[in-house]
């Protein structure tokens, strides 16, 4: 069975969710400054998301690339995935217009964290269709990054219990090492 | 005429209505856990709308990828199903907002109905147009689940009279049912 | 160039308005029957547009489908009849939530009316890019209904002005005129 | 790496940026003139931005047209621009319901000041990958348009200090001299 319509399909979903967190930050009735104000939380916390929503787009662009046929089990994992990554408009808004407040900033860690594994599920998957030739599992190698994130989003997640700020700077520090594309993949198919 | 255009719209529209779903959960204005318990009912019946979207996304892409050619017949049997698919984000958000109360968890199943026809009649459509070669005839065999499944949610509707819970008992297990792939058109269809 | 990312956009555009239309149907905080009702004349309107929108992607379909190549023009072109059919959500809401009222239902043919005069220059705008072998234009024949449905949005708009429920007739009645799918390019790309 | 996957999500995005922007004019409760009214400004600024979004299509469109191949800088570079575009809906929003206010003018002439900067470094990023065939490069040619804009919505944001009306002639201005399609693309590629 292809993978083309499972990339649309995604596409789609992905599209989808980038665009609707735009619709957290409500228009202002006021046409001055002091209207606009309240809004910037919002806008913060619109722009970690719309990179972390950006990333895991970048990143399962490179993964189904790699990807040689898809299987039920694939597809209800790319769901799996597509479910978390569509609770990103929801977090995002509640951290945002609570002044990223402990517990908002504790469920987007959660949401972070869910989808971190959603992905590696996924990653897995892929590679249990392809044990005799492994193309995805020698562009994905040692995978650093990925084993690293979910720890650090577990580290925030109890730091909100002390000092949300080691959160909001987790979330932050992670989305920068990412943005860094997955050249691994690249390579390994290039040329 | 190619069926590419018809998966793209179909996927395009599915996409739209999973996502939308998650637009029923609202942000609180609170920040603590009291502010978001409201929401557990609306979660839990996003998830399970999730599922069953997830589910017809399957069964659509695996029929369609056994369908040989488009009829107008076809196009319109595919809107039809598209429109009760549509219905999803209402009584999603219907039934959590009033926390699993009968009257909503009656018209869910009212629209789970609707739509388990509307895809039995796609499904005769694209038969129809296989008359030579009944590819997708034999791909689906007796179709045992998807005679079920209607009957089980008319169970449903008709139970919401007296106990509501087993109306939600039974949305769950029929989705439990299809949440095993359907192998079937896979293993016609395979190399 | 090619045609096939005018064919994705509009897709993508047709499905979100096709979609975002349910949206005016905003759950009931009731759970009973009288919570309901209010929607009734919205359902029934957005039952009205979907069968709308569908009629215009299912000859946008086939019309794209006889197009040779896309010109600046043919874009634009399309873009307008993108825009018009934007206005749906808004004019099926204004009608629903006032009852099929005098004024909304004289906005719902006027956006009917510059759709299908939309539509029309589309058409034009691909024949303009078929002159020696006009693939779309012997499809299209005489096109009667194409001619047929402006006139009868005018009358509609006009009747407005004294009984709304004609205009409401009138809709329906083109409605299902356009049901029948566009056999007429059928035929002519057939095999 | 294709281009497909790339031209199908950035579809997806601007498809749904240029219809959730509808979604601001909200349906009115009334259902005479006087109810529709208020609405006037939010109708113009929709016009225009649908205008915009449109040629940013339009032009993404041919521009991914004539790019060979896709790395990590392109894909980065398109979503940013894809994040500029996606505050229009927005600011669209926030112009129209404060009548042309001069705040609102000043920030929307901010994103259409970014979004040109984020196409232009787009641009860019594209003929980096065309350093031996740089068929972007000769098609975009001294590209004049592309250079008087951004300084166009400068001059306008700053003409808000002192008369609203100057940014918005200056828009509507150079949406106009956008709405003649870019030749020199088509030119260069064609047969």
Redesign the interface.
Known sequence: ?GKG?L???S??????????M????K???????AA?MPLAPVFLSY?LS?VYV?IY??NH?HML?AATHVT??V??AN?HL??WL??F??VT??VG??HF????LA?YGGVLLMAAIAYYILQRAIMATQQENPVLAKAVGRDVKGKISPALYAIAIVSTAFEPKIAGAIYIGVALMW?V???RI?RQ?GA
């Not at 735009?22 to 930050?25: A, K």
């Open positions: 069975m319509r990339e649309a399909f596409d789609g979903v992905i599209a989808i969710i980038i665009t609707i735009v619709l957290e930050m228009v202002p009735h006021g046409e001055n400054l606009l722009i719309f950006g787009w970048n662009h690339h039920g089990g597809l209800w769901l597509l479910f569509s609770l408009p929801f808004g509640w217009e609570n407040g402990a517990l908002p469920f943005l594309p997955d050249r690249e198919m």
